[in-house]
């Protein structure tokens, strides 16, 4: 103890990589250029800040992690114990084919360390608690509706098993009317047990509709709130764009103002393609696999709603479809969609459309 309290790292910088995982973080340690030590510890911030103040009294510390799991959590513990942390983008990690097919937890916190004492990395964006919490729940109200489409497609088959055919008048009908669900509650089945599995599938669909008008009424509370309302209203001034788009639209991307341009934006959401350069050679393919998954699926689906309420978006989609398909159309006005969500945003003005006066 006495030898420790002789150390003093008052002008070194201390880099640490983490890979975090639920039961355990495997530490790499670099002492300005040199690397020290990599090991594993439980996870928990308060045990690593404590090993660093033991090992490097007064040491400037620096950390940082790959976005995960964990979620920001673990960022904002360290940042309180005045560990000087970033979350990256696990693709902004250079990896060689090795490395993809051979991960290894060591590793890749040697390599998160090498690279952030280089200042190779660049830190994501970190939403502020409130906002990260409304975002879980407009993206909950997403896994409800897959959770009722799952459900609903088990019940067809079943049907099919057993020979029932779905009356003409319901086939193909993306949603279940009161009259049809009336219809499956009062279909007789060959078996008991089928009839109970069949029941189990309908109840299952009901709770789960209950629960998402439920956190419907609560996503359109959260557009109430201060934080929102105006960015809000001013959303659904843009065609296409209804109340859970624009919810998605600001719970995704936080302070909008940190988006440069458009480009930036597209590429935060994915809307860009990807490059392969080489030499005097480069090659543009189709769009980047690295999106916002959520955001894009929803800028895209408001983009065809747009074209049927929008002259100028209708225009430019009709030119687009003679030179490319439909799908890669979509795209080019999905960029467009998005500037004008970046516009009205910015400028604090509603979107008006161009009409021939």
């Known amino acids: 103890m ?17 890979d975090t995982h639920l039961k ?39 950390s940082a992690y790959e976005a995960s799991f964990s979620g920001f959590g673990i960022h904002r513990d360290l940042l309180n114990l005045g560990i000087k942390n970033i979350v990256v983008n696990p693709a902004d990690i250079p990896t060689t084919d090795k490395e993809r097919k051979q991960k290894e937890d060591s590793r890749d916190s040697r390599k998160i360390a090498k690279q952030l004492s280089q200042k190779d990395l660049t830190a994501i964006y970190i939403p ?49 009317s009161k009259r049809f669900t009336t219809w ?60 859970l788009t624009a919810m998605i639209i600001l719970t995704e991307t936080g302070d909008i103002t940190r988006f440069k341009n458009l480009d930036k934006l597209c590429s935060f959401i994915g809307l860009v393609p990807m490059t392969n350069s080489t030499g005097e050679n480069e090659k543009t393919g189709d769009i980047t696999v690295r999106r916002n998954k959520i955001l894009r699926t929803a800028i895209v689906e408001s983009s065809w709603i747009a074209i049927r309420n929008d002259p100028a978006l209708m225009l430019a989609y009709q030119k687009l ?37």
């Open 2 to 18: 006495n030898k420790n309290n002789k150390l003093d790292f008052s002008s070194q910088d201390i880099f640490v990589g983490l």
């Open 24 to 62: 355990n973080w495997r530490v790499s340690i670099i002492v300005g250029e040199s690397p020290f030590k990599t090991f594993s510890q439980d996870p928990y911030s308060k045990l690593l800040k404590n090993y660093l103040v033991e090992n490097f009294p007064n040491g400037n510390y620096y």
């Open 128 to 176: 502020e608690v409130e906002i990260e919490g409304d975002r879980n729940l407009v993206r909950y109200r997403k896994t409800l509706t897959k959770e009722i489409a799952r459900t609903k497609h088990r019940i067809n088959p079943q049907l099919y098993y057993f020979g029932i055919n779905i009356p003409t008048q319901f086939a193909g009908k993306k949603h279940w």
């Open 184 to 243: 499956l509650q009062e279909t007789k089945l060959p078996t008991e047990s089928a009839k109970m599995a069949l029941d189990g599938h309908l109840e299952m669909a009901e709770l789960l509709r209950k629960k998402q008008y439920s956190t419907n009424k609560e996503i359109r509370k959260l557009s109430e709130k201060k934080i929102y309302k105006e960015n809000y209203n001013l959303l659904l001034s843009v065609p296409g764009v209804g109340s």
């Open 321 to 357: 479809v003679k030179r490319m398909l439909p799908q890669k159309a979509i795209i080019r006005i999905s960029k467009k969609l998005t500037n004008r969500i970046l516009y009205v945003l910015k400028n604090k003005k509603a979107y008006v459309q161009a009409v021939v006066k």
